[in-house]
T-cell receptor
Framework: GENVEQHPSTLSVQEGDSAVIKCTYS??????FPWYKQELGKRPQLIID?????GEKKDQRIAVTLNKTAKHFSLHITETQPEDSAVYFC????????????FGQGTTLQVKP | KAGVTQTPRYLIKTRGQQVTLSCSPI?????VSWYQQTPGQGLQFLFE???????NKGNFPGRFSGRQFSNSRSEMNVSTLELGDSALYLC?????????????FGPGTRLTVT
């Protein structure tokens, strides 16, 4: 079945350190992998995404890597800041004409000043 | 462009009642997906509408239904409300053309069932 596992569920880092969140998906037909950041009381915000024909994508302090063989993808945040504190969700889209995303359970990131 | 909007933002209903939530997508977006967010289950896909047709459906009972209008605005309806339906209901819009998969979320409707 369609499933996305996300780890860790909570992550605490010191300001300036790096943070890594990992996700594994079950359906090899998945072809699009977005990451969302959700601050308390706010909507999920798309922060970066990657498609199955790309191995890595960067945007300033954030990057995402994809290993199709192992069916896992990761979010990397460098030089973390207190405003990075939020819940992060990974998701996977099954190939095909669909707007259905399967989400991981979320990671609560706390960046300590 | 204006973002995705949802109304109402908050609702309190009683068990057994029914409720209708509304979602207006980003101008030009043709796909609207609905998700239920709860602390225990996370974000779960309810259904997706594209060009006024339901294109995908998640694993929710038939009490959950939806529709999409010709202007791409979408509504979802929950009948015979149960306590477990208390959740944040989020819609997300997407152009969903070839290679355009990005989904943008609305602020959500917080539904409380008492």
């Amino acid at each position: 079945g369609e499933n996305v596992e996300q780890h860790p569920s909570t992550l605490s880092v010191q300001e300036g350190d790096s943070a890594v969140i990992k996700c594994t998906y079950s359906d090899s037909a998945s072809n699009y992998f977005p990451w969302y950041k959700q601050e308390l009381g706010k909507r999920p915000q798309l922060i970066i995404d990657i498609r199955s024909n790309v191995g890595e994508k960067k945007d300033q302090r954030i990057a995402v890597t994809l290993n199709k063989t192992a069916k896992h993808f990761s979010l990397h945040i460098t030089e973390t800041q207190p405003e990075d504190s939020a819940v992060y969700f990974c998701a996977a889209r099954i190939s095909g004409n669909t707007g259905k995303l399967i989400f991981g359970q979320g990671t609560t990131l706390q960046v300590k000043p | 462009k204006a973002g995705v909007t949802q109304t109402p933002r908050y609702l309190i209903k009683t068990r057994g009642q029914q409720v209708t939530l509304s979602c207006s997508p980003i101008s030009g977006h043709r796909s609207v997906s609905w998700y239920q967010q709860t602390p225990g289950q996370g974000l779960q896909f309810l259904f997706e509408y594209f060009s006024e047709t339901q294109r995908n459906k998640g694993n929710f009972p038939g009490r959950f239904s939806g529709r999409q209008f010709s202007n791409s605005r979408s509504e979802m309806n929950v009948s015979t409300l149960e306590l477990g339906d208390s959740a944040l209901y989020l819609c997300a819009s997407s152009f969903n053309g070839v290679g355009a998969y990005e989904q943008y979320f609305g602020p959500g409707t917080r539904l409380t069932v008492t």
